[in-house]
């Protein structure tokens, strides 16, 4: 039987066999369409890339206030269609590690504190400018400039100095740092004519895509840029386009109908019947990513950390991750590391629903009356069901948690990092130290929960510099401890990326990094013939 539809998912993508009669048979023989619909995507992936098209993803994560500024990048619209038209020197791979790109390789001093990035030639921008090591200097500098609002400023702060030098850029560290490649790889770090400091909101870059349209909170188009230097590898549509769909059901909907293609954020509570839907695959894989409750620890009534403790102990982890996620992930512990890291330190007591030691803290806190939660249905897949499940848990242990449902457009423009006790998200970074330092240093633009600790920023910085990897896990766990059980954030559950594909869409790979292939799915994927 096997081997029956393997020839027969070959000649799909040979264009030999139509999709229907292949589901017919597949059917016949007892197989389901979610098996024979991976069939199909692997043979499609074996067959190789088709080019031309028009392929669309229907997305949640889009606002009228996103700019294509890669500095100011908070959600998935924005920065997946920057992956449509820029490129950094180094990308994380969809197994966690690093392959060159506008670099073509690098290497590193032997005490990790001057790394060389010798830079790709004969490559363009789309304004036809060729990109130089110079545009590289350039970039870095503007995002590590110390009035910058970019979230990589965090990282490049700790940078001496970056330099041109012939065809290469220098960097000089302050303190030693393994992990560099993956700092340079952060996706704010898009390479701009001169770094984008005539014009960061242009939107040239040297990506597969050229930027055609741009309305923020309404669609992103982006057509095949011609000259691009890995032609065989990316851009394989002659467009893109994302469409901005905030609600769940429209978005599902939307790919049911084939007005788009592929969709993220599927919600984890209709995951069963998506799957029954003909000509559509569900996307899941495990990763780093998690949903947080996010209480500002420098603002009234959040400055007190018995209040914060209580908040913590009031949450019902386990109830959570079935009935908002049904399973498709785990239980958080108030951190935003996990055992996904390589240098986790799986020893920490997992903390547990326990209303009586919330109702000890809250009393010992002093405050009285409700706690306002601001959520949305925009912060998460499911937020507003978990916001009043955690109203429920709460009650039982005396505590009244207000929640405020907030418009979709604008709520990370104007609730998270403002309001002091809000629901987010976070994908996860390649490494403890990008998680820890892109939103609990000091200097960290997201800081969200206004977490500033000396003491915590020291442990960061010696791990970041540790070589040895015993010592620096052992960093990492200190410094884990200390924010959960003092810092503002509240880690219920890490969740799975859950996205979903009609069965026109080939190349698919799964992205242990975030949703939509780490958001390539535009750049990588083709549609079949």
Known sequence: MSNELEYLSRRVAAGKLNRRDFLGRATALGVSVAFANTLLSDAARAEGPVKGGVLKAGMQGGAATDSLDPALWASQVPYTFGRCWGEQMVEVTPTGGIEPKLAESYEASDDAKTWTFKIRKGVTFHNGKEMTPEDIVATLERHGDKNSKSAALAFISEFDSVKADGGNVVIKLKEPNADLPYVVADYHLMIQPNGGKDNATAGIGTGPYKVVTNEPGVRHVGARHEGHWDQARRGHADQVEIIVINDATARTSALQGGQVHMINRVEPKIVSLVKRVPGVT??????????????????????????????????????????????????????????????????????????????????????????????????????????????????????????????????????????PFSMSYWTGRPTQDQVYSIAYLKNAEWNDTRFFRDDFDKLILQARSELDSAKRKALYRQAGVMLRDEGGVIVPMFNDYIDATSAKVGGWVDDVNSELMNGHALTKCWLQA
């Not at 996010?294 to 109830?319: G, S, W």
Request: net charge neutral; with cysteine; hydrophobic share 35%.
């Open 282 to 419: 569900i996307r899941n894989v495990a990763g780093k990513g998690h949903y947080v409750f996010i209480a500002h620890c420098n603002t009234a009534p959040f400055d007190n950390n018995d209040l914060r403790l209580a908040l913590k102990y009031a949450v019902d982890r386990e109830e959570m991750v079935q009935k908002i996620l049904g399973g498709y992930g785990t239980v958080g512990n108030d951190m935003p590391a996990s055992k996904a890291y390589a240098l986790f330190s799986d020893d920490i007591e997992q903390r547990k629903y326990d209303p009586d030691k919330a109702k000890f803290h809250f009393k010992k806190s002093g405050h009285s009356g409700p706690v306002l939660l601001r959520t949305s249905d925009v912060a998460f897949p499911g937020a507003v069901d978990a916001a009043q499940l955690y109203q429920q848990s709460a009650a039982k242990a005396g505590i009244q948690i207000e929640v405020k449902r907030e418009p979709g457009d604008g709520y990370w423009s104007e609730v998270w990092n403002k309001q």
